[in-house]
């Protein structure tokens, strides 16, 4: 065997062990299932079966790697969880904002156990110190790391085994001086102040995100913009960024392999630190770093082998970095334009002007576009399949994006970053330059917004069509690899795909458009959204979530997706933020013809909001002032005028949607004394759905209105919170009445069809 595909091999059966140790084997069995790998890596070393005792090898180190690495790292955190204590945090980096005062990534110690990384929560007094500070709390603890029954958490994959929860003071002491480990992300964070100075506001937050992944400063807009045109890349530092740097400091080293080892070798060490060692990062900057090496040594270069390695030893770093979603993105963008890029550019290649012409001179240039195209179609082969499974979500118009802003990113990236470090000395002069050099940041924001108007631009993976679909998709592709013509390949593969993405938006709009009312409480987190369809008329009762994507994008998109562009009704049962943060979201991406408001004399500051939103966008505003029959399509809806009075879940109103002998009921937060009311003021009989009150508060969905409308399926609205919903008492009486319960946080969207 080959010494690279030795290589190759060892580093790819140590890969998949990892892997199949954090998702599929028993975690106390770790240690003994690779002592048992040993005894066929014996065999086939006494058989001399080279490639055999090379992958049991490797399979037998990650296994035995995999339960050292929890028995020695883990068990710091595993002494603290639970646990209320005094600690000492060492922070790693500046401290950022949260909705209830800061956090920061730290180093932990506590009552003479080891160091352990974790993320300290406190008030806003965090944001007053820097790297290097010691802290000194009380704090609750809790283990963030692998665990029997939850298999692992987000915060574990990225080397974080245990969050702090400061309470009382904190006791903060100064070094004299910063830690030389802090260093690099202290001037990271600098680079990144400095870029946003000196450009302007419009596209600081977009640049400082290009160069230094810090997303802080961009705007919900722009996100949800660059997510639905597949650009969200652009702003996670990753291979893309690195080869960005690398290419320009070869303009300053030459080609010369020992001056750009000399130049690039330290640069991309101090980069990757500076952003956040994260491992996509780390990844990126390992297998630049590969790349370097076998051009310095002369060694022919072999990707798969520098690629495995580079994820062997990002593995070695931390084993459960093997669930973290950024890494498996990362590898998977670079291992497919390994595998699909050359081949597709070889294809692309041959495609060229006649001989002779007067375009012909337009080669060179033509070919530098199938070059874009082939490095979009490798990165994207294998990670549309992993976003599809992960976010439920694909973009159709990414390969278009990516071909018309790579080359102004490439450019954007490097006039970004040697601007932020003149801003360093010369503020003046950068934001004089920067001015200029805005346009560029323009341009890639303007296609964003200009292409993410573009109906079906994003395909979202909910209902039974689309997953179908891609998987379909899929499938043709890799039946295609073997069909002999290219030209009939590419053709087929186009024209199939066309007909199925067409075939399943076809299939999802009339499945809209069937029955009598459709349902959906979708998937926002911790909020309610609850669409209405009927007859092609559309209905939104509330509008908000702390979902990772805007809760008004979910709507719109949920939306878009079954072919409405325009909103019929929008009826918010109250202002909490829970319940309207998508507002203005949903407002810039759909037409909402009229907007139903209780008067309520909580949240007055929302209102005013809500009202001018609904001015500058021409929608109607009926204030419910008393109950109201509102027509949709072959459906009605009574909404009920508040109740109650004390506080804005109490002066809330509620809505009973109606389609022949169908009945469901949405209560927004009103708790159980309002639903008293309402019993008694509705009449409301039995309903087949209700929507949890309060996401499944224990003051909400009483036994009274159980008893009064006997629901057959009860559908909570809930995501992550510190509340405790749904409550163990609602779901007793949820089944007490023989109720089935379906919960967004398990299941994601919920869609209900009556016919």
């Given at each position: 065997m080959r010494a690279p595909r030795r290589g190759a091999a060892l580093f790819s059966a140590f890969s998949a062990g990892?892997?199949?140790?954090?998702?599929?084997l028993p975690v106390g069995w770790w240690p003994l299932l690779g002592l048992i790998a040993l005894a066929p890596a014996g065999l086939c070393l006494w058989r001399r079966w080279e490639a055999g005792t090379l992958l049991c090898l490797g399979l037998a180190a990650a296994l035995l790697w995999c339960g050292a690495f929890r028995a020695v790292f883990f068990a710091p955190a595993e002494a603290l969880d639970g646990r209320r204590t005094q600690v000492t945090a060492v922070l790693s980096e500046a401290a950022t904002p949260t909705p209830y005062g800061a956090m920061v990534p730290c180093w932990v110690t506590g009552e003479g156990r080891g160091l352990v990384r974790g993320t300290l929560y406190a008030g806003e007094e965090l944001l007053d110190l820097s790297a290097g500070d010691r802290v000194t709390a009380v704090c609750d603890c809790q283990q963030t790391a692998l665990r029997e029954e939850t298999r692992f958490d987000s915060a574990a994959t990225k080397g974080v085994f245990v969050t702090l929860r400061a309470r009382g003071t904190l006791e903060v002491a100064h070094p004299e001086r910063t830690p030389w480990w802090c260093l690099p992300r202290q001037w990271g964070q600098r680079l990144a102040g400095s870029i946003t100075r000196a450009f302007p506001e419009d596209v600081a937050g977009l640049l400082t995100a290009l160069v230094t992944g810090d997303k802080a400063g961009m705007s919900q807009e722009v996100r949800t913009d660059l997510a639905r045109t597949g650009m969200s890349h652009l702003v996670a530092v990753s291979g893309m960024h690195v080869c960005f740097l690398v290419s320009l400091l070869t303009l300053f080293t030459g080609y010369s392999p020992r001056r750009r080892c000399a130049v690039c070798v330290p640069v991309l060490v101090f980069f990757a630190l500076a952003v956040g060692a994260s491992p996509s990062v780390l990844r990126a900057c390992l297998f630049q770093l590969a790349l370097l090496l076998a051009d310095l040594t002369g060694r022919e270069e072999d990707r798969w082998t520098t690629l495995t390695g580079a994820l062997a030893l990002l593995l070695l770093l931390d084993p459960f970095s093997a669930a973290n979603i950024g890494l498996q993105l990362s590898f998977g963008a670079v291992a497919g334009m390994a595998l699909v890029t050359g081949r597709a550019y070889a294809r692309l290649s041959r495609i060229r002007f006649p001989a002779g012409s007067r375009w012909a001179r337009l080669d060179p240039l033509l070919c530098r576009v199938w070059e874009l195209i082939a490095a979009s179609l490798g990165a994207l082969c294998l990670t549309v399949p992993l976003s599809a499974y992960y976010f439920?979500?694909?973009?159709?118009?990414?390969?278009?994006?990516?071909?018309?802003?790579?080359?102004?990113?490439?450019?954007?990236?490097?006039?970004?970053?040697?601007?932020g470090l003149l801003g360093l000395f010369w503020p003046a002069g950068a934001a004089a330059l920067a001015a200029v050099a805005a346009w560029l940041g323009r341009y890639v924001?303007?296609?964003?917004?200009?292409?993410?108007?573009?109906?079906?631009?994003?395909?979202?993976?909910?209902?039974?069509?689309?997953?179908?679909?891609?998987?379909?998709?899929?499938?043709?592709?890799?039946?295609?690899?073997?069909?002999?013509?290219?030209?009939?390949?590419?053709w087929l593969f186009a024209v199939c795909g066309a007909l199925v993405l067409g075939g399943s938006g076809l299939a999802s709009w009339v499945s809209l458009r069937t029955g009598t009312l459709t349902l959906a409480v979708l998937d926002v987190g911790q909020g309610q959204s609850v669409a209405l369809f009927s007859a092609g008329e559309t209905a939104l009762v509330d509008c908000g979530g702390n979902s990772d994507d805007d809760p008004g994008d979910v709507c719109a998109n949920f939306l878009d997706q079954r072919g409405c562009r325009v909103l019929d009704k929008l009826i918010l049962t109250h202002y909490h933020t829970d319940h309207v943060c998508g507002l203005d979201a949903l407002f810039r991406r759909m037409e909402v013809r009229e907007l139903i408001l209780p008067r309520m004399d909580q949240d007055e500051d929302s209102q005013l909001h809500i009202l001018a939103l609904a001015r500058d966008e021409g929608a109607k505003v009926t204030w419910l002032d008393r109950d109201m029959e509102v027509p949709l399509g072959e459906s009605r809806l009574r909404v009920f005028a508040p109740l109650g009075d004390g506080g804005a879940n109490e002066e809330g109103a509620s809505v009973l949607v109606r389609s022949g002998r169908f009945q469901g009921l949405i209560t927004g937060d009103m708790n159980t004394a309002v639903e008293r009311k309402l019993v008694e003021h509705a009449r409301l009989g039995r309903c087949q759905v209700l929507v949890a009150g309060h996401h499944g508060s224990r003051y909400a969905s009483g036994q009274e209105l159980l008893e009064a409308i006997r629901p057959e399926s009860v559908l909570i609205s809930v995501g992550e919170n510190s509340y405790g919903h749904p409550a163990q008492d609602t779901l007793d009486r949820l089944a007490q009445v023989g109720a089935e319960v379906y919960r967004t946080d398990e299941m994601g969207t919920i869609t209900v069809q009556v016919n």
């Open positions: 990892v892997f199949l140790a954090v998702y599929l439920g979500t694909f973009s159709l118009l990414a390969p278009l994006t990516n071909l018309l802003v790579l080359p102004v990113a490439s450019a954007l990236f490097a006039v970004t970053l040697l601007l924001l303007w296609v964003g917004r200009s292409l993410s108007a573009v109906p079906y631009c994003q395909i979202t993976l909910e209902g039974p069509y689309y997953p179908v679909a891609l998987g379909a998709l899929l499938l043709l592709g890799a039946i295609l690899l073997g069909w002999r013509s290219q030209r009939r390949r590419l």
